[in-house]
Each structure stands twice: as C-alpha cells, then as structure tokens.
C-alpha cells in the first residue's frame, strides 16, 4: 500500500494523485460505467433519486478501490478520502481537474431551473 490511511501523517498529494487516477479508472471501467448508467437511468435526472440511486453504486466503486490503499471499506472511508482529496485541491491543479471529473460521474448536471436571469445554461466549475 502506498499508505496507512490510519497513520498520522495523511497520504501525500502524490500518492492522492496515485488514487484518484486509480478511482477514475474505475469508473471507467466498462462493467461500471453500465452500473453507473442504469442507476442514472433509474433515476431520471431527479436528484432525490440519484442520491437514492446512483450514490451507492459510485460509492461501492470507490470503496473497492480505495480499501486497496489503506481506507476503511465504508462509507466512513470514502468520507475520509473525500476530504482529503478537497484538501488538496486548491494545491494542485491536476487533482482539481480530476476531482471535477470524478463529480461529473456521479452528480447529475445541474440543470437549474431559469430565474430569468438569462444567463445560458453553462455554470463555471
């Protein structure tokens, strides 16, 4: 492993750079990606239901990765992953990239409803 999540000292932005490669890997995997779609087909784009839906499934991936690297296998350890791939991301622009990517997977776009403000569908990541 390239770290004990438990230790004191938290993974490095190299080796959370090494994961999150790992995870989005994952995610792309054919057998998947095929788990993720039908999850969001299920859940019509209704974000009650893709919490319902679709989190759990993107959490099981994650998880069966991460436990690889010293994170607990549940929902606790996903958390503690997240968090520090949030603390990193102001650091390190290739994480934050990939960190975008990897919500992108799993978030439904955001089609927020028009308050006539006109101002195109496009939102600034």
């Known amino acids: 492993a390239l770290w004990s999540a438990s230790a004191a000292d938290p993974p490095t932005l190299q080796a959370a750079v090494v994961v999150l490669a790992e995870v ?19 859940a019509c784009n ?6 319902q839906f679709l989190l759990p499934v993107a959490t099981q991936i994650q998880q069966d990765v991460i436990k690889a690297y010293g994170f607990s296998s549940d929902g606790e ?28 997977m799993f978030l ?4 927020l409803p028009p308050h006539g403000s006109g101002t ?3 939102a600034a990541s």
Request: hydrophobic share 35%; proline share 7%.
């Open 46 to 51: 209704d974000m009650g239901k893709m919490l």
């Open 77 to 104: 350890g996903v958390l503690k992953f997240a968090r520090l791939i949030k603390s990193y991301e102001s650091q390190d622009p290739e994480i934050a990239s990939m960190s975008g990517k990897l919500k992108g």
């Open 120 to 122: 195109g569908g496009v």
């Open 108 to 111: 439904p776009p955001m089609t």
């Open 24 to 42: 989005l890997k994952a995610f792309g995997a054919p057998e998947n990606a095929q788990r993720l779609d039908e999850a969001r087909d299920n």
